[in-house]
C-alpha cells in the first residue's frame, strides 16, 4: 500500500509508518497544487493521502477519488503533535475506504 503526506506534514513522519512506502507532495514534486487538481494526481499512484487540512472533505468531493484520506487531527502540524498518532494512522491504514476521509486523533 502507497502512502502520500501532505505538503504541510513534516517528511521525517514517514519513517514511523513503518511497513508502507511512504512519499511527500514535494518529493513527487506537487508542491503547491490545489486540492483538486491534487487529489487527482495523488490516486493515480497512491492508496492513501494523509493530510492535516480538515476541510478537505468539505471542500473536494471525496467519493469521485478512487483514494482513501487520512485527516490528522493535532495541536499543530509539527513533529511533536503528529508523532503521537503514528499507533493510530498505521491502525486504521488497512481500512480505510476509497472516496472517503478518516479522521485521526483528538
Known amino acids: ?12 513522519l514517514a519513517r514511523d509508518l513503518i511497513g508502507y512506502e511512504v512519499k511527500t507532495v514535494p518529493q513527487m514534486g506537487w508542491a503547491g497544487i490545489k486540492n483538486g487538481q491534487l487529489l487527482a494526481l495523488v490516486e493515480e ?12 472533505a468539505f471542500q473536494q468531493n471525496l467519493p469521485q477519488f478512487r483514494i482513501a ?11 511533536a503533535d503528529l508523532k503521537p498518532l503514528v499507533p493510530e494512522i498505521l491502525a486504521v491504514v488497512p481500512t480505510a475506504q476509497k472516496g472517503q476521509a478518516m479522521l485521526v486523533g483528538a
Open 45 to 56: 499512484n497512491f492508496d492513501v493521502f494523509i493530510t492535516v487540512d480538515r476541510n478537505l
Open 69 to 79: 484520506v487520512i485527516v490528522l487531527q493535532a495541536r499543530s502540524n509539527r513533529l
Open 1 to 12: 500500500m502507497r502512502l502520500i503526506l501532505d505538503e504541510c506534514i513534516d517528511r521525517r
